[in-house]
């Protein structure tokens, strides 16, 4: 068993000195130091030696294994390092070449108006307020004087999930919601900003998914003129000093009177072109007096407290202030169209 010990431990020395990469090394480790090899048979047939003979032997089994395992480890260590430096050469950095800019990104132009129409009201003593997208029918309809099947109804084509819950047409339920958390408390000064749904085919000024900004006050003694003075103090820090304004009469089922609100032309100041169709004036937003009925169902006395609301596409200003001419531009994710606005 010595003799085959030895004879062993000749074999493997000899084929380690030909191992030229680190799979062929642990294939011989695994040859001769696996719980197969040679090595492992020779050491279970210990068993059948004598007393004697067995301390020996034993010590001649661990000298081979002892030497075959220091060859192994000594060329696992020169593998791994030359591994190492050809990963390092492969990985090296020169530290002087130039860094390379990092493209730099910008607001939404839609989130941009909004920041801005926001910061303008917020200056005038308004309050931000939010509600749900997913909304009830009272108050996306009934609450705001449009009961059910009320032929207001078809203005505002609707994504309904129940019969009772919709996708929300406009903001305006957010402020039947602030009125009525406010349990009567005045005043009301508030705008609400957030995405509204309505079933509509999309072109170069619809679309299914939109964003509006609605404003709301309630107090005592407010007046149509404190809302044509709030409306042209909002264009004017939006458009510019020069810009007029201009109401229509109108009809929404929430407010009496209603009216609808023009602002001069962007584009010709108001001497008339092809963006305005020569009138000279572009519509902007909808407006009015909140309805004695809304007042009522939100806890307000109409006979004591009086308001105004309006409401306004954030797309169809920003059209107008950047002179887009598709509404599809600020959803298509075109970085040639979002570039335009990181300077802006």
Not at 82 to 89: D, F, N
Request: glycine share 8%.
């Amino acid at each position: 068993m010595r003799d085959k010990l030895l004879a062993l431990k000749e074999e493997a020395l000899r084929e380690l000195g030909q191992v030229q990469t680190l799979p062929e090394l642990n294939d011989i480790r695994v040859k001769y130091m696996g719980k197969k090899g040679p090595l492992t048979e020779i050491l279970r047939g210990m068993g059948a030696l004598s007393a004697e003979e067995r301390p020996i032997i034993g010590q001649v089994a661990n000298d081979v294994r002892a030497a075959i395992e220091e060859v192994i480890n000594s060329k696992q260590a020169r593998f791994d390092k030359a591994e190492t430096e050809a990963r390092l050469a492969a990985e090296t950095i020169d530290v002087t070449l130039p860094g390379r800019p990092a493209p730099q990104g910008a607001v939404h132009p839609l989130s941009k108006v909004i920041q801005e129409i926001e910061d303008i009201f917020v200056g005038m003593g308004y309050t931000v307020e939010e509600g749900p997208e997913v909304e009830q029918d009272y108050y996306n309809f009934e609450a705001l004087n449009l009961p059910k099947n009320h032929p207001a109804r078809d203005m505002q084509d609707s994504f309904y999930i129940t019969d009772e819950v919709l996708m929300r047409t406009h903001t305006s339920p957010v402020q039947v919601r602030t009125m009525q958390r406010l349990k009567g408390g005045v005043p009301v000064k508030i705008i609400c900003p957030g995405k509204v749904y309505r079933r509509d085919d999309d072109d170069a000024t619809h679309s299914h998914q939109f964003t509006q900004i609605e404003g709301l006050v309630v107090d005592k003694h407010i007046r149509m003129s404190d809302l044509k003075g709030t409306l042209l103090q909002f264009v004017q820090e939006m458009f510019g000093k020069q810009t007029r304004i201009r109401m229509r009469p109108s009809f929404f089922p929430f407010t009496e009177p209603s009216a609808e609100v023009d602002v001069t032309c962007m584009m010709c100041s108001g001497s008339g072109c092809r963006v305005c169709k020569q009138t000279g004036w572009l519509e902007i937003l909808g407006s009015g007096m909140v309805h004695p009925r809304v007042l009522e169902m939100a806890g307000y006395d109409p006979q004591e407290y009086s308001g105004f609301a309006f409401g306004m596409g954030v797309e169809r200003i920003a059209m107008l202030k950047y002179g887009i001419d598709d509404i599809r531009h600020f959803y298509t994710n075109d970085l040639r169209f979002l570039k335009q606005f990181v300077h802006v």
